[in-house]
């Protein structure tokens, strides 16, 4: 977890215009995940980074999304906001949203 959380800070540094970051709450406790959530987003709004965040975990996706894309074997099952998520009618999206 401090190896992701040092290179998450590292990558940060450098103010990028786009961040590409896979599953880097991945080894962090519950508690932790959050705040750390809450402090990317922060961070992305306030300098104008895009990220593009792969994880499996629909809470992060939920939490720090303007926008999902949703795979399912390899192919797009949905694209939109979270708020578009959770209206869809689709069933792979409705079992993910669930998890």
Not at 50 to 65: G, K, P, Q, V, W
């Amino acid at each position: 977890g401090q190896q992701q959380l040092v290179a998450l800070a590292r990558s940060l540094v450098l103010e990028p215009e786009i961040l590409l970051l896979d599953e880097p709450l991945a080894n962090l406790d519950v508690k932790l995940k959050t705040r750390i959530r809450i402090i990317l987003k922060k961070i992305a709004n306030e300098k104008n980074i895009t990220l593009f965040y792969i994880t499996h975990d629909h809470n992060e996706a939920m939490d720090l999304s303007d926008k999902i894309l949703l795979l399912n074997d390899g192919c797009i099952d949905f694209f939109g906001t979270p708020e578009e998520m959770r209206k869809s009618e689709n069933l792979f999206v409705k079992e993910f949203i669930e998890l």
